[in-house]
């Protein structure tokens, strides 16, 4: 879906530019999306399995939930309409712990598109149990929970083609966070 979104300068400072998705990626110009880990207190992480139908790096395991801030929206607010739109389950910002900014740059498509993007990532107890979860089909193939260990035996792996390979450094962030979290 092809959305409104602010555009941001190279530092994330606010432009006062508004542009369609499309256009940001096609030009290269920042914008803002967030990144939703889910967690359980036994130790395990939720995964989300990329549509086939993504054009970038479908099939691949990735973060919980994310997706672009619409023009206007908050962060928070879109890291709950996020993560209700991709899973069904609807958290309350109080449920959300920022745990930083990750400044991502990368071409895809032989550089059609120039995905530079602030991901504003946050963690989040997850509290039901997944098979009450409801995947968006359009963005998710499949679910799945995966221990801390599991998850750092992937990232250790990288010929197993389960994460973004030019990811690792972000998920082994992500994974610091959430063992500190527990």
Known sequence: MDEYIDIVSENGDQTG???LKSEAHKNGWFHN???LWLFTRQGEILLQQRSHKKAIYPLLWDVSAAGHID????????AIRETQEELGLLLKPTDLIKIGVN?????????????NEFHHVFIAELKVDITELTAQEEEVEALKLVSFSQFKLHLENSTDNHFIPSNKAYYQFVLDKLKAQI
């Open 71 to 78: 023009a206007g929206e908050s962060i928070e607010t879109a």
């Open 103 to 115: 400044k991502h740059l990368t071409a895809y498509a032989d550089g059609a598109i120039q995905d």
């Open 33 to 35: 999306t967030i990144h």
């Open 17 to 19: 530019k508004v542009a």
